[in-house]
């Protein structure tokens, strides 16, 4: 594992412990598909990253532009929630979560965006209304943005939003719409391609994993089961 993977893995032990829970009725159901998840590519790292909370750092901006999914044995997304502009902004993000530093896959080598669209068709992640929460996280750092530096988010400078992120990080509100969308991107990274991310197995590669089998298809996933 390289040195980055494992100060990933550090921070995420560290603030696994500030992670927003659902309900308790909610809880149940979330428990059960992320279990499936999890036993479907047998892939045990996925509860001790989920709900990471913010490990920002000053990134280098990579020059891949939020990218379309190269993988043709996925689940469509059939839909999109955010718009255009949203999207450009939560990809900033992200990429301030995870940067393209040089030591394994950023968030967009990872197609995370895409993979947060899929997420957000879920219908118990809408049931749970993670698509409004980050739609409305969004507005919130935009305004913060514009209050601070005169420019919306996606217009700071790489320094400028990274010191955005943590100003955000010190609001409950802000802690958990941080979480999820960490949350989220780990998924990208860690679950099985079919589902949008972690295409060709980047992230696996990144943390030595051999995926297990039988693997997922696009006919036989989590949803078709539920």
Same mark, same amino acid.
């Given at each position: 594992?390289?040195?980055?993977?494992?100060? #990933?893995? &550090?921070?995420?032990?560290?603030?696994?412990?500030?992670?927003?829970?659902?309900?308790?009725?909610?809880?149940?159901?979330?428990?059960?598909?992320?279990? #499936?998840?999890?036993?479907?590519?047998?892939?045990?790292?996925?509860? #001790?990253?989920?709900?990471?909370?913010?490990?920002?750092?000053?990134?280098?901006? +990579?020059?891949?532009?939020? /990218?379309?999914?190269? &993988?043709?044995?996925? =689940? +469509?997304?059939? *839909?999109? $929630?955010?718009?255009?502009?949203?999207?450009?902004?939560?990809?900033? &993000?992200?990429?301030? !979560?995870?940067?393209? @530093?040089?030591?394994?896959? /950023?968030?967009?080598?990872?197609?995370?965006?895409?993979?947060?669209?899929?997420?957000?068709? @879920?219908?118990?992640?809408?049931?749970? /209304?993670?698509?409004?929460? =980050?739609?409305?996280?969004? %507005?919130? !750092?935009?305004? !913060?943005?514009?209050?601070?530096?005169?420019?919306?988010?996606?217009?700071?400078?790489?320094?400028?939003?990274? @010191?955005?992120?943590?100003?955000?990080?010190?609001?409950?509100?802000?802690?958990?719409? =941080?979480?999820?969308?960490?949350? $989220?991107?780990? *998924?990208?990274?860690?679950?099985?391609? &079919? $589902?949008?991310?972690?295409? *060709?197995?980047? %992230?696996?590669?990144?943390?030595?994993?051999?995926? /297990?089998?039988?693997?997922?298809?696009?006919?036989?996933?989590?949803?078709?089961?539920?």
């Amino acid at each position: 594992m390289s040195n980055r993977s494992k100060r #990933f893995a &550090v921070k995420a032990g560290q603030l696994y412990s500030k992670a927003k829970l659902p309900d308790q009725g909610q809880f149940v159901n979330w428990l059960n598909r992320r279990t #499936f998840l999890k036993k479907s590519s047998k892939f045990s790292l996925l509860t #001790f990253f989920a709900a990471c909370n913010l490990s920002t750092s000053a990134s280098q901006s +990579s020059s891949k532009p939020p /990218g379309k999914i190269a &993988v043709t044995d996925k =689940l +469509s997304t059939r *839909e999109n $929630y955010f718009t255009n502009a949203q999207r450009k902004t939560l990809d900033a &993000v992200q990429m301030q !979560l995870f940067p393209d @530093d040089g030591d394994g896959p /950023g968030a967009r080598d990872l197609n995370a965006i895409n993979y947060l669209e899929f997420a957000m068709t @879920d219908p118990q992640n809408k049931k749970d /209304g993670d698509p409004e929460f =980050l739609a409305q996280g969004i %507005g919130w !750092l935009d305004d !913060l943005s514009k209050q601070s530096h005169g420019n919306s988010f996606i217009k700071l400078s790489d320094k400028q939003q990274d @010191d955005i992120l943590k100003k955000i990080a010190k609001s409950r509100a802000g802690e958990n719409w =941080l979480s999820l969308l960490m949350y $989220y991107l780990t *998924e990208a990274l860690m679950l099985d391609p &079919v $589902y949008g991310g972690n295409p *060709e197995m980047i %992230g696996w590669k990144w943390l030595g994993h051999q995926a /297990g089998f039988p693997r997922p298809v696009a006919e036989k996933t989590y949803r078709d089961f539920e």
